[in-house]
């Protein structure tokens, strides 16, 4: 398999800081509840007139800044997220026009709810691979503005999320090992959030269940992405998980037998911002020196569909 090298990095998070104390005095919650159920602190939501596009643009120049490189020499656009500003044009589309990106780099989203940026990024490596882009890097996007799908009557949810961006500037590299494993299980039930035929805006989630179906998916997802390179945890510097709850990632820790330093947690600052989660968890361990060459990472997305999908990146 055709590896890929992360080049550059970056994140943007909106301008509303909303702690939990904020949200107690609209539902029925306290900062004590929130912390403990979730290792959730605080997050920010878009304030006024702000949009996916701008953080999802942000995040992109940032990274374009961090890997050295200018929007000409971008081959192909992938956003992950489901919280588009439109049904269509894409997300990407609208980075494509913000960044100046060029007309021969096609723009894409992919929805694969908090598994999406893992997908976004085993999409562009493939294209990368496959020839049908010309250009030497992509630009990959996770970008979300969930704040305006939250009922915020509704404790069991608009505690949890939070708005954000992160990006990645990859290319292609045999250099730097790389897998990664997907899966989904077509059920709808338990995670949902609008849609053209939906009368329901709002996201709606069966926590309990979700959390099962996490704790058993999580593990095992870890586990073939280190099977497939005939890896163990030892030879792994750090997992990402997607930063959903803390104790989600508690209970991977213990299930796969490894040591608490080994995995990120940033719930705390961000709350839950589903494809943007991995991404802004990359570029917040790149700023603090976390990621040096050779570092190795297992990063593992889940969420509604039901998807899961996880991959080994090396820097
Ligand atoms: O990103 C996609 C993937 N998402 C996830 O992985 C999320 C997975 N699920 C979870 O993280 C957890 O299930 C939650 C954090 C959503 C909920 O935690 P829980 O420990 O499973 O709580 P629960 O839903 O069983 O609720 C326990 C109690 C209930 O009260 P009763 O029925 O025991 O009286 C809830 O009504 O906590 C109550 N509760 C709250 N209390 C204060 C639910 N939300 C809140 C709240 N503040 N915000």
């Known amino acids: 398999m055709t590896g890929i090298e992360i080049v550059g990095t970056g994140r943007c998070v909106p301008g509303r800081l909303v702690t939990n104390d ?62 588009a500003d439109h049904a269509m044009p894409s997300l ?34 493939s294209l990368l691979a496959g020839g049908s882009v010309t250009g030497e890097y992509a630009l990959v996007i996770g970008s979300e503005s969930i704040s305006r799908v939250l009922d915020m009557t509704d404790r069991n949810t608009c505690v ?11 290319r292609l590299s045999d250099k730097h090992d790389y897998r990664c494993v997907m899966g989904a299980r077509g059920d709808a039930s338990l995670l949902h959030a609008g849609g053209a035929a939906s009368e329901e805006h709002f996201v709606h989630m069966e926590g309990k269940a979700v959390f099962r179906f996490a704790s058993e998916t999580v ?16 030879d792994i510097d750090y997992v990402v998980c997607h930063q959903a709850n803390g104790r989600i990632i508690d209970h991977v820790m213990k299930k796969l037998n490894a040591p ?53 990146l090396t820097f």
Not at 27 to 35: C, G, K, L, N, Q
Not at 160 to 169: M, S, W
Not at 219 to 234: E, G, I
């Open 260 to 312: 608490a330093e080994k995995f990120y947690k940033n719930m705390q600052t961000y709350a839950n911002t589903s494809a943007a989660s991995i991404a802004i968890a990359l570029d917040e361990m790149n700023e603090k020196g976390l990621l040096c060459p050779g570092t190795r990472v297992v990063c593992v997305g889940f969420g509604a569909g039901l998807t899961w999908g996880g991959t080994l």
């Open 160 to 170: 949890l999320f939070g708005d954000g961006a992160g990006a990645a500037v990859i």
């Open 219 to 234: 593990p095992k997802c870890v586990m073939q992405v280190l099977d497939s390179a005939k890896m163990t945890m030892d």
């Open 22 to 83: 904020d949200l107690s005095r609209l539902v029925d919650t306290s900062d004590e509840w929130i912390r403990t159920r979730t290792g959730i602190a605080q997050r920010y939501f878009c304030a006024e007139g702000e949009t996916n596009a701008q953080l999802a643009a942000g995040a992109a120049r940032a990274a374009l800044k961090r890997a050295g490189i200018s929007a000409e020499q971008i081959g192909l656009c992938v956003a992950a997220t489901f919280t």
């Open 92 to 125: 990407a589309c609208e980075v494509h026009g913000a960044l100046s990106l060029p007309e021969s780099a096609p723009a894409f989203d992919v929805n694969a709810a908090c598994t999406g940026f893992i997908t976004a990024l085993e999409t562009a490596r």
